[in-house]
């Protein structure tokens, strides 16, 4: 194309029309995220072991597929918790064991979809740095993380060293709104929370250190832009949350869309849906119909495969390079919901499912195998309601276990209790994601659904007074009910996660849920005067508060993670060699066969007037205790029930 600059016109006038040449080239540049796939690599419940319509990268590469179809231009990234969190994944790592040289099968899968960039998320360290960096070398794209360094032990941050690739630009090729060839220079940078050093404290203490995620981002951007990033797409594996920052944010999101020099943010790891999330969607200087937080494009596409985040960027020149002028967000589910009914919206990508087939049969297989027998079945449909028999295995086995590994050491002879939550308790994943064992042999794949996460086990030693103060945290799981009130009022905290409600078998007590909580989510003392947790018991008699105990969890929970008082590596006694998990199968191997009946230890104080309201499974009407009444479905195909 020719332009005519005519005879006579000023310098300033012609600069104005070479300025409207360029405007009128552009760019229209599509970025795709996917996020805590957890090794839902194909359209499969290993846990109730069938097919599935609502979870599974092989679903969510056809949305890919289709996406990357609609337009010119596109990049597609993984925003990282993608090693672990299904069966298929344990087998990979401790089952068949990934050997040097071998392709990890999420990459067998992910390197057919032709990736740019892959983010690590804190589920990337649960099997140690030696397992993550074995399964990295099979990507066929490169990883970036900003914010974890090698731990050098002198104490100097000046000299810290990256542990991973802080970030990487990369020249593109795209074709511009004239149908010619542009290079781009996109700049990717990605970040973990830097809890992982608590919650994988065992994998990594003097290995590595991690550091604030706004704080390292403003280290990095600047450096970014001086190399000649004309595109800058952050990639933290962190919500979002519009409280005020704290140094060492976990879900800091929010706060490094503040941070000048980033265009796009991809963000995962709290398990929600961005734009879409009626939550996230009304925080202040947040669009929700556009996709915006504080007007930069933003997705976040839930969890184990079931959307697709789809960012439209517009590019015109700047300067010799480009820029962002503007942008819009969505999210493109593999599913519908309706009711109880799941639609599926989209088939499985067969390349994927076949890619992995070998591991996928070998994780069959392996999960399929017996361990014990039980005579009655065994569910977590109303695990937040009242003592549930899910609940009491787990603490039954951890009880037993850390009996045996005390004897002849000084701990012997101190009582010891088990601490344990449900896992699967409905929440966003909706109203089948329960723990359901019918009565009858009980497999692998079924001690998996009891106990999901790959913890160690931990002892603590505690005072009884410290033992009431973790149930008193444990206790906001519930709203305070007004007891003087007949008004339908939910019992449960839905904003309150089901993993951090602990219950403690080896004492009985009582939750006043009438009373405001003692505790908020940060572990912070938030009503001084309030005490949910009455009639603590301990062989029949009032818990004494200087009596010491020995109390077997996780190291989640031992190390300080879900912020509860008391819990921070400090009180750990005994460092058990076995995971949560291994204990659980190995208690049913020796016990062939179990009663899961719990035993009541815990339960509510009177409601009064109040009509208190929980959800729960369609499955659990025909379980229901007498003094639960079925009331209807809800909208999202839960089954609401009065207790009483």
Known sequence: MTFFVPKGASIFASSLLFAAMAQASTIDLRVMETTDIHMNLVDYDYYGDKQSDAVGLSRVATLIKAARAEVANSVLVDNGDLLQGTPLGDYVAKGRVLRFGETHPAFKAMNLLDYDVGNIGNHEFNYGLDFLMKSLSGANFPYVNSNVYVDDGDNDA??????????????????????????????????????????????????????????????????????????????????????????????????????????AILFGHSHRIFPGDKALDAFEDVDGEKGTVFGKPATMPGFWGSHLGVIDLKLEPAGSGWKVADGKAEVRAIARREGRNTEALVEADTSINDAVKTEHEGTLAYMRRKVGESTADINSFFALVQDDPSIQIVNNAQIWYVENIVRGTSYEGLPILSAAAPFKAGGRGGPEYYTDVPKGDIALK??????????????????????????????????????????????????????????????????????????????????????????????????????????????????????????????????APDKNRDVVANYLLSQKTINPAADGNWSFTGFGKAKVLFTSSPKAKEAAAKNMTYQSLDENGFAVFQIK
Do not use: C
């Open 158 to 263: 000046s000299n810290d060293q990256p542990y991973f690739q802080p970030y990487i630009i990369k020249d593109k090729t795209f074709v511009d709104s004239e149908g010619k060839k542009q290079t781009v220079k996109i700049g990717y940078i990605g970040f973990v929370p830097p809890q992982i050093m608590t919650w994988d404290k065992d994998n990594l203490t003097h290995k590595v250190i991690a550091k604030d995620i706004i704080e390292t981002a403003n280290k990095y951007i600047p450096e970014m832009k001086a190399k000649g990033a004309d595109v800058i797409i952050a990639i933290p594996h962190s919500g979002m949350m519009n409280s005020p920052y704290l140094k060492g944010e976990e879900n800091a999101s929010y706060h490094l869309a503040r941070v000048d020099g980033i265009d």
């Open 446 to 575: 079924n001690v998996s659904d009891l106990y999901i996460y790959p913890n160690d086990l931990k002892v603590v030693k505690l005072t009884g007074a410290q033992v009431v103060e973790w149930l008193e945290a444990a206790a906001g799981q519930f709203n305070q009910i007004d007891a003087t009130s007949a008004k339908p009022q939910e019992l449960v905290n839905q904003s309150f996660p089901t993993y951090n409600f602990d219950v403690i078998d080896g004492i009985s007590y009582r939750i006043n849920v009438t009373q405001p909580a003692r505790y908020n989510t940060d572990g912070e003392v938030v009503n001084n005067d309030a005490h949910r947790i009455i009639k603590a018991m301990f062989n029949g008699e009032p818990l004494r508060a200087k009596d010491e105990f020995l109390v077997a969890t996780n190291n989640y929970r031992a190390g300080g993670g879900g912020h509860f008082p008391n819990l921070n590596g400090e009180t750990i006694v005994i460092d």
